[in-house]
Structures are given as C-alpha cells and as structure tokens.
C-alpha cells in the first residue's frame, strides 16, 4: 500500500512531480479500485455475519457483532493474509 501511495502521488502530481503521467496514476486508481472491490466480494461471500461498515483506497471496516475484541483483530489479521494472496 505505501509504495502505491508514493508511486501515485509522484506519477499523478503533476504540478510538482517530477514525472507527471496521468495514465500510470489512473491505472493505479483503477487497480486499487479492482483491488477493493475484489476485497469486499470476498468478505461478503466468505463471512456474511461480518459488516462492511466503510471502505475506501486503503482500508475496509468492519462490525464484527458478537467478537470479543481478541477476536476481530485476529480475524482482521487472518483475512490481511487471505485477501492478499489473492493478489
């Protein structure tokens, strides 16, 4: 995630980045995008009692009601690892 950030923010900055490229930054919005989305499905079809509460570029929250807070966090860890060897 962070060397997406960067490389985005110094391909699209086009006012003082050194190597403004609008294509490469909208192809790394669009990947993201398809990134997120993907991240979503799988967490809606693989655990449908958890609740997205909000997603954007660089995360996804969830309502997990009823985890004791152990719990989350340790599902939140497992599906970092699950959902990033989809990719």
Request: some cysteine.
């Amino acid at each position: 995630k962070m060397i997406v950030n960067t490389t985005y923010g110094y391909i699209n900055a086009g006012f003082s980045g050194r190597m403004p490229n609008a294509q490469i930054g909208d192809s790394i919005v669009e990947y993201s995008r398809t990134i997120l989305n993907t991240s979503i499905n799988y967490i809606q079809q693989k655990y449908p009692q958890i609740e997205i509460v909000y997603a954007d570029t660089d995360s996804i929250f969830l309502h997990c009601k009823g985890y004791r807070r152990e719990d989350a966090f340790a599902l939140g860890h497992h599906l970092e690892e699950e959902i990033s060897n989809l990719f």
